[in-house]
C-alpha cells in the first residue's frame, strides 16, 4: 500500500535542491535567507517598474515600458537603412558639421553589404518606373496642367499677393513701410518669379511629405517613408524638422503650415522628454535659432519661452574650469560630456564657437544677463590662449584650457567659429569690437596660411594639419565666399577690395566642384593636386546630404554684386536637386555625385542609392537661400538681418524693429 507523502509542494522543491542528507546545510536560519533572496530577486523584477519616471498624460508609468517596447519591436521589424555611405566612413552624414560619434563598425558590416544591394536594386527599378516623373529640365508654368497634379509633385502658381499670409478675420496684416519686410518681397523680373515660385513648390513636396509619414519625428526619411532621428537629438522624437523649418515657412507665406508647427510647438516641444545625449552646438543654432527667429518675426512670447526653456537645460554644459563647454549634455540627468574621440576629451572649435549670436540675443529679449555671461566667458578664453602659427586648432579641452591637435579647418570642426565673430559683430549693430578684432585677425591669418591657387587658378581654401598643409577643402568651407563677401561689403577698409576678390574666387571653386560632378551636386569634400582639381578622390568624400553652404554663397554674392551667374548657378543646383534627390517621399541625399547611368530613353539618371534621409537643413538653409536668391533684396534685407549658421535671421540691434528687447537698449 502506498504511503501517502504528507509534504508540500514548496517542501519537496527544497528537499531536491538541499537533500536531507546534506549534514544540515539547509538549517531554520539558511531557509529563511534563501526565501528572503528569492522574495528580493522577485521585488526587483516586478517592482522596478514602479520606480520609472512618470509620463504625463494616459499611461503612466507602464506607458513608459510599453513604447519602449514598442520602439524596439519597431525596429526590429523594419530596422533603419545603413548609414554607410560608401568606403571607410569617418564621419556621420546626418550632421550638419560632421562631429559625431562614429558609428559601430561591427554592425555596418554585418548589415551594409545585403541591405546596400537591396536598396540600390529597389532604387533602380524605382527610378526607371518613374523617370520621367523625376526629370525636371524645366518647371511647368502652365496653369491648367498643374491644376491636374498634385500640390506636393509641382511648385505652386504664383497669384497678385504671393508669399502672404492668408488673411484671417482676426488677423490684420501690417502695412508699416518701416517695418522690415519678413514676407512678399517679389523680384520684378519675371524669371526670378517663375523660379522662386518653383522652390516653394520644392518646399511644398518637402514639408507635405514630413507631415503625412513624419510628423513629430526629427527628420524624414523619403524613400522609406517613415520618421527618421539622427543620434544628434538624443533618441526622442522632438520634431527637428517642424522647428527648423518655422521661419521659411513664414517666409514663403505657407501660413497655414506654419499656423500647424506653431501648434506642435506649444503643445509638444518639452526638452525634459528627451532622452541620451544630445548635441549641445546643433540644439542651439536648429532649435535655438529657429525658436528665436519665430519669436522675431511673430513677437509670440511662446517662442521665447520655449527657447529659454531649451537654453537653460544646456546650462550644464558650461560648468567646466574655463568656461568652454562640453559637446553633448543628458537633459534629463543635467549631466555634460565631450565626444571620446575628440583629441582626448577636447570640446571642438565650430561647437563652443557657434553659441555667441543666440545666447547674446537670448538675453537682450528676456534680460537675463546669465545667457550672454556664458558665452562671452568662452571669448575671453579663446582670446588669452596664444594660437600655432597664428591659426586656431579645431580643438580646445575645457579642463586645461589648452589646444589639442594641431588641425586647423575652415571646413568640418572649425567653420562657423569664424562665420560667428563676423556676424555677431553685424547682429550687434557693430558694438561688438572685440568679435571684429578677432575676426579680421584670424581672416588675414587664414589668407596668408591656408588660401591657395590652382594650377588653373582656382581659389580654395586648404587645412593645416601637423605642420603641413592638406590640400583638401569641405563642402561646409564653401561658406566662406559669403563670409568674406559680407566682410568686405561692411568693413570697407584696406582689405575691403582682396577679400571680395577671396569671395567671388571661393564662390567660383564651390560652383566648379558642382559642375565637374555627373550628377552637378557638390561632393562631401574636393582635392587638389598636380592631377585633380576641386573633385573628390575617397569614396567618403563622394556624397551629398542636402547641404547648403555653396548656395548660401550664391545667395550672399548675388545681394552684394547683382552678377547674374550666381542666379544662373542656383537653378543649375535646383534642377540637379529637381533630378537626382526628389523622390515621391520627399528630397533624399545620394551617395556617390559621379555615379550616374544611362536609362533607355539616354535621359540621365542616378545610379546610386539614396540616403534616404531628408535633412531638416534642407528645409531651413537650402531651399530657403533658394527662394532668396530669386526674390527682391528688401525680403530679410542684409542690412536688418543676419543669419546664424542654419539659416535662421536674427534682428540687428539698433536698426531692427523686431528686435523686441526686454527693455531700451
Known amino acids: 500500500m502506498a504511503v501517502k507523502d504528507s509534504k508540500g509542494p514548496c517542501k519537496r522543491l527544497l528537499a531536491f535542491i538541499m537533500p536531507p542528507n546534506s ?15 528569492l522574495g528580493t530577486i522577485s521585488f526587483l523584477c516586478f517592482g522596478s517598474i514602479w520606480f520609472l519616471p512618470e509620463k504625463p498624460g494616459p499611461g503612466g508609468k507602464v506607458k513608459v515600458v510599453r513604447d519602449k517596447l514598442q520602439a524596439e519591436v519597431e525596429n526590429l521589424i523594419l530596422p533603419p537603412p545603413p548609414e554607410d555611405v560608401g568606403g571607410d566612413v569617418n564621419i556621420n ?29 529597389e532604387e533602380i527599378k524605382r527610378i526607371r518606373k518613374n523617370q520621367e516623373q523625376q526629370v525636371l529640365a524645366k518647371p511647368s508654368f502652365d496653369k491648367e496642367k498643374d491644376s491636374k497634379k498634385s500640390s506636393s509633385s509641382s511648385p505652386e502658381a504664383l497669384d497678385n499677393k504671393f508669399a502672404k499670409p492668408d488673411q484671417k478675420p482676426d488677423e490684420v496684416v501690417k502695412s508699416n513701410s518701416d517695418e522690415p519686410k519678413i514676407q512678399g518681397g517679389e523680384d520684378p523680373d519675371a524669371t526670378a518669379k517663375e523660379r522662386r515660385d518653383h522652390v516653394k513648390g520644392m518646399m511644398k513636396h518637402a514639408w507635405d511629405n514630413y507631415v503625412t509619414y513624419a510628423w513629430g519625428k526629427n527628420e524624414l526619411r523619403p524613400v522609406s517613408k517613415r520618421g527618421h532621428s539622427a543620434s544628434i537629438f538624443g533618441s526622442s522624437s522632438m520634431g527637428a524638422t517642424i522647428v527648423d523649418s518655422m521661419d521659411t515657412l513664414y517666409i514663403m507665406g505657407m501660413m497655414e503650415d506654419f499656423d500647424k508647427g506653431k501648434e506642435w510647438i506649444s503643445n509638444n516641444l518639452d526638452m525634459n522628454q528627451m532622452g541620451g545625449d544630445v548635441s ?19 513677437g509670440d512670447e511662446m517662442f521665447k519661452q520655449k527657447a529659454v526653456h531649451i537654453c537653460d537645460k544646456l546650462l550644464p554644459a558650461f560648468d567646466t574650469p574655463t568656461g568652454i563647454p562640453y559637446a553633448l549634455v543628458n537633459m534629463r540627468a543635467g549631466s555634460a560630456k565631450n565626444f571620446g574621440w575628440a583629441s582626448g576629451g577636447s570640446s571642438i572649435l565650430s561647437e563652443f564657437g557657434t553659441l555667441h549670436m543666440e545666447f547674446a540675443y537670448l538675453s537682450d529679449i528676456t534680460g537675463n544677463p546669465v545667457y550672454r555671461k556664458k558665452v ?31 588641425h586647423t579647418s575652415v571646413g568640418a570642426l572649425g567653420d562657423s567659429f569664424y562665420e560667428y565673430l563676423l556676424k555677431e559683430w553685424l547682429r550687434s549693430g557693430k558694438r561688438d569690437l572685440q568679435a571684429k578684432k578677432m575676426f579680421d585677425e584670424a581672416a588675414k591669418d587664414i589668407e596668408e596660411m591656408l588660401i591657395q591657387k590652382s594650377a588653373s587658378g582656382l581659389t580654395y581654401i586648404a587645412e593645416w594639419k601637423y605642420g603641413r598643409l592638406e590640400h583638401k577643402m569641405d563642402h561646409l568651407a564653401c561658406f566662406a565666399g559669403g563670409m568674406y563677401g559680407l566682410a568686405a561689403e561692411n568693413e570697407k577698409d584696406a582689405n575691403s577690395e582682396r577679400w571680395m576678390d577671396i569671395a567671388k574666387g571661393i564662390t567660383h571653386t564651390c560652383h566648379e566642384s558642382y559642375d565637374r560632378t555627373d550628377t552637378k551636386l557638390g561632393p562631401e569634400a574636393f582635392r587638389f593636386s598636380d592631377a585633380v582639381e576641386a573633385r573628390a578622390l575617397k569614396q567618403n568624400e563622394r556624397y551629398y546630404i542636402l547641404r547648403p553652404e555653396t548656395v548660401e554663397s550664391y545667395f550672399l554674392m548675388w545681394r552684394l554684386t547683382k552678377d547674374q551667374k550666381y542666379r544662373d548657378w542656383g537653378w543649375e543646383m535646383v534642377q540637379a536637386l529637381d533630378k537626382h534627390c526628389k523622390v515621391d517621399g520627399g528630397y533624399s541625399g545620394v551617395r556617390n555625385v559621379y555615379q550616374v547611368e544611362n536609362a533607355m530613353d539616354n535621359n540621365v539618371e542616378v545610379g546610386g542609392n539614396k540616403d534616404d534621409v531628408q535633412q531638416s537643413f534642407f528645409l531651413a538653409e537650402t531651399l530657403k537661400y533658394l527662394y532668396l536668391l530669386f526674390s527682391d533684396d528688401d525680403l530679410v534685407d542684409l542690412s536688418q538681418w ?14 531692427n524693429t523686431f528686435y523686441r528687447p526686454h527693455s531700451e537698449l
Do not use: M
Request: net charge positive; glycine share 6%; hydrophobic share 35%.
Open 23 to 37: 549534514r544540515g546545510l539547509c538549517r531554520t536560519r539558511e531557509k529563511q535567507l534563501f526565501i528572503l533572496a
Open 93 to 121: 552624414p546626418n550632421i550638419r558639421h560632421g562631429v559625431i560619434d562614429k558609428p559601430d563598425p561591427h554592425k555596418l558590416e554585418e548589415k551594409a553589404h545585403l541591405d546596400a544591394q537591396i536598396e540600390l536594386d
Open 280 to 298: 549641445v552646438f546643433e540644439t542651439n543654432i536648429r532649435y535655438v535659432g529657429g525658436l528665436l527667429t519665430a519669436y522675431a518675426f511673430t
Open 376 to 406: 562671452e566667458k568662452i571669448r575671453e578664453t579663446i582670446s588669452q590662449v596664444e594660437r600655432p602659427k597664428n591659426l586656431y586648432p579645431n580643438y580646445l579641452h575645457p579642463k586645461t584650457g589648452k589646444w589639442g591637435q594641431q
Open 642 to 655: 543676419v543669419f546664424n549658421t542654419e539659416a535662421h535671421p536674427l534682428p540687428v540691434k539698433g536698426v
